[in-house]
């Protein structure tokens, strides 16, 4: 079902975005979205001297949060970590009266450097990428929040040669717009092993 429009934040994690050829496209075209804003977390915190209260508002403010980093070590990067550990503490994102988070959509946008093949009980790293974000996953069910599927790129050390990042940054806005307009089949969504495996489906069959 079709949901109410939302206020989407989008919290942009890379240590080293001079480096990037997919993440930091994804970053631009996020920008210019109405009703989407961007937070380069690095660019704020250079320091690691997170703001907890800004941050905190910024979360209360929005009703869709997307974590977008490039998969290390099958986590997300360090400064996202330390941003979990000091902005969604008890009281405010859980706990009896931690329930600022409550009903607000969770997802990630993720890019991975092996191939989407090697994602698998018999492939190089053994477990789907759903199945290494549960830590992720779980953090979206303790603050109340509902978890989408990430959506995600494989590859994507060779997807600038190969021609693959331009349809993927056209998909990411896509469903940006689909996000904030409420236009998300959810239902249909929740299993999903990425949201990217059939947005037609997604987009089109909420009502």
């Avoid at 979360?59 to 990067?77: A, G, K, Q």
Wanted: glycine share 8%.
């Amino acid at each position: 079902m079709a949901q109410a429009a939302q206020r989407v934040l989008v919290l942009f994690t890379h240590p080293s975005l001079d480096r990037s050829e997919v993440n930091v496209e994804l970053l631009r075209a996020s920008r210019d979205i109405d009703g989407v804003t961007v937070i380069d977390l690095y660019g704020e915190y250079p320091d690691y001297r997170i703001d907890i209260d800004r941050e905190q508002r910024r979360l209360c403010e929005h009703d869709v949060i997307v974590f977008m980093f490039p998969l290390y070590w099958y986590s997300t990067p360090a400064l996202l970590k330390e941003w979990q550990d000091l902005v969604l503490e008890y009281g405010f994102a859980y706990g009896h009266e931690g329930i600022a988070l409550h009903g607000k959509l969770f997802l990630c946008s993720i890019t991975a450097g092996g191939s989407e093949q090697a994602y698998c009980a018999e492939g190089y790293n053994h477990f789907t990428l759903r199945e290494l974000l549960q830590p992720l996953e779980q953090t979206a069910r303790l603050t109340g929040m509902d978890y989408l599927p990430p959506f995600a790129l494989f590859g994507s050390r060779t997807a600038l040669e190969e021609g693959r990042v331009a349809d993927h940054v056209a998909d990411w806005r896509r469903l940006l717009h689909a996000l904030r307009d409420g236009a998300i089949d959810l239902e249909r969504a929740g299993n999903l092993p990425r949201l990217n495996l059939d947005l037609d489906a997604l987009i089109g069959g909420a009502v």
